[in-house]
């Protein structure tokens, strides 16, 4: 493609011709949210400026289709890999191809410790393929390392948060649109109610007690307990859940949820929907105790 050469170089090219790969680096996620994916994309940029920064499409458990934050973010520097690049932007054929390394935050993998189904974890097809990597920390002052893996980050890295990162502005008016379809210029009530995963984890271990890991009047309970006087304001359910019973419930509660649906967004695209509908809310509550790293996006929407 336009940034890199995803073949190995032969002696005549490092001889005479340099190799294309020292000024570009990919990006290969593991299965964490959205969120972790920023922060890790953000923290690579820094390692990396100013070579180009290749993201592969996100094979996130979040999502249905395998997309590019640069396709809502704006972000300096980067490109993605599109799906004709490779067959199926096959992970096993891009570390077959190019020198990857371990993101220095990977004590786990550097250390070969504590990594469960760790090729099912960065969407390999065969375990052969984590076998071969190099268990090494990346190093962004050698050129032969050329591709950077990365399946979690820290919260440390928040400060690289929002400063660098900003809708394009076609997302940016999409999602005013929805805004204003939902809500026109009334005020308007949201809360991020995290289900899915949380329910068999955090909620599972007692890490999280809130509203998250109970049901749906609940719910309504605790949406009540913040509006106080203003039980007119309409309410909008910043949710993963995926449950027909409950969202039918939520339903005839008259609230609102997954505007993207409405819109034929994607997995992607709904996140960042979402994100925006909480952050452009009259009042806005999230939950105590759930303790998530999307939940400390939206604080600092």
């Known amino acids: 493609n336009a940034y ?6 032969d002696w005549l090219q490092l001889r005479f011709s340099g190799w294309q790969n020292d000024r570009c680096v990919i990006l290969m996620g593991g299965a964490e949210g959205y969120t972790n994916q920023i922060l890790s994309t953000l923290r690579a940029k820094e390692f990396l400026h100013p070579r180009i920064l290749m993201l592969l499409p996100i094979r996130s458990e979040h999502a249905v289709e395998a997309e590019c934050l640069c396709k809502v973010l704006v972000m300096d520097g980067l490109a993605c890999l599109q799906k004709d690049a490779l067959r199926v932007d096959d992970r096993d054929e891009i570390i077959q191809k190019m020198t990857c390394r371990f993101f220095p935050s990977e004590q786990g993998a550097l250390q070969g410790k504590g990594l469960g189904n760790w090729y099912a974890y960065w969407k390999f097809q065969h375990p052969e393929s ?7 920390g990346f190093d962004p002052k050698k050129p032969d390392h050329n591709c ?4 979690t980050t820290s919260g440390s890295l928040w400060h690289y948060w929002p400063d660098p990162l900003q809708l394009r502005k076609e997302y940016t008016d999409l999602f005013a649109q929805i805004r204003w379809d939902l809500f026109q210029q009334k005020p308007y009530f949201a809360i991020h109610w ?6 068999l984890t955090k909620c599972k271990a007692k890490f999280d007690k809130s509203v998250n890991c109970q049901n749906v009047q609940d719910l309504r309970a605790e949406i009540a307990k913040h509006l106080g006087d203003a039980q007119e304001w309409s309410v909008y359910v910043a949710t993963n859940e995926k449950d027909p019973t409950t969202l039918a419930e939520m339903r005839a509660l008259g609230f609102q949820f997954r505007a993207g649906d409405n819109y034929n967004l994607s997995s992607l ?5 979402d994100v925006y509908l909480f952050g452009c809310a009259t009042k806005a509550v999230l939950p105590a105790a759930a ?10 929407w």
């Open 291 to 300: 303790n998530t790293m999307v939940q400390t996006l939206m604080e600092r």
């Open 130 to 136: 984590f076998q071969s990597i190099p268990k090494v």
């Open 194 to 199: 995290r289900r899915g995963d949380q329910l």
């Open 4 to 9: 890199c050469n995803l073949s190995q170089p």
């Open 269 to 273: 695209e709904s996140f960042f929907a």
């Open 148 to 151: 950077m893996i990365t399946r």
